[in-house]
């Protein structure tokens, strides 16, 4: 009998993984976790039903969120992560020498232990001296930070789960506030193809239209994502991730990617024109 992994990716379309074996299944206090094993995507893992990773494509996601960022801001050195607990995006960082503080803020303790047991190549990016994980409230610990990171990666990942208060317009104004001057704020925008998908992407793109005065939308294709297709945010109080993009600067630290390039970095922010239109409407 064949086994497979099934997603609903809107009430008419649902995606499915074959899978060999199932490798963990457990409820935190906060979501449930699955961790399976597939002959396509190797293991992979479900937060509450919904694919969060996969080896086989989860480098998509961290180069995405790491390197653009980093090839646009000249001299990052404390960096804060929310969510984050796999590892994958801290590894993606550690790349870079300059960097001296990475602070991971993930409430949920088992996703951690589990990501440590399941994706040890993965979950190697939270062993380093330089990274920090605090198991809190998100929210809560940025209300106590000012003026302190130069980068922020939002690794949450549900807008309506146990993340819900990370998408809300008090977490961007937090945001803002934690950051330096010259700061960066990177975010998941998820996927604006089905209907269900597109009213989160709206909100939280006006959310931070209103909170940052340079907010631009960036693309990257993702197998495990709904419709294949993922929007990630970039704002900033100074920086514009074209305008002030340094490729040059960043090929010299010859940093290994297997998806991002400097030609790539440009092109991830030419969008489908119903993506731009669906902006721009609630920029107005």
């Not at 929210?139 to 309506?160: C, G, Q, V």
Request: glycine residues 6%.
């Amino acid at each position: 009998m064949e086994f497979w992994f099934s997603e609903l990716h809107s009430p008419h379309v649902k995606f499915d993984i074959r899978v060999e074996k199932q490798l963990f299944s457990g409820k935190s206090d906060y979501q449930r976790i699955d961790v399976f094993e597939s002959p396509e995507f190797g293991k992979f893992l479900t937060l509450n039903g919904s694919v969060i990773f996969s080896e086989q494509d989860c480098f998509i996601y961290n180069e995405m969120v790491v390197h653009v960022p980093m090839a646009v801001h000249p001299d990052v050195k404390n960096v804060l992560i929310i969510g984050g607990g796999d590892g994958g995006v801290s590894k993606e960082l550690l790349q870079y020498d300059n960097i001296e503080n990475i602070d991971i803020v993930e409430q949920d303790s088992m996703f951690v232990d589990v990501c440590k047991e399941y994706f040890p190549e993965t979950s190697i990016g939270l062993d380093d001296e330089r990274v920090h994980i605090y198991n809190y409230d998100a929210l809560r610990f940025l209300r106590s930070k000012m003026n302190e990171y130069d980068l922020i990666i939002n690794d949450a990942t549900d807008p309506f789960g146990a993340s819900e208060g990370l998408f809300t317009r008090e977490f961007y104004g937090s945001c803002y506030k934690a950051l330096k001057d010259d700061g960066i704020l990177v975010y998941q925008h998820g996927s604006p193809f089905y209907d269900e998908d597109e009213d989160a992407c709206r909100s939280m793109h006006k959310k931070v239209f209103h909170t940052f005065p340079i907010s631009r939308v960036y693309q990257a294709h993702i197998p495990t994502s709904p419709s294949g297709y993922w929007l990630f945010g970039f704002a900033s109080k100074k920086y514009h991730p074209l305008k002030d993009f340094k490729a040059d600067e960043w090929k010299k630290r010859d940093i290994y990617t297997e998806y991002y390039t400097t030609n790539l970095h440009t092109g991830a922010f030419m969008l489908p024109k119903y993506v731009e239109e669906l902006l721009e409407q609630e920029e107005k």
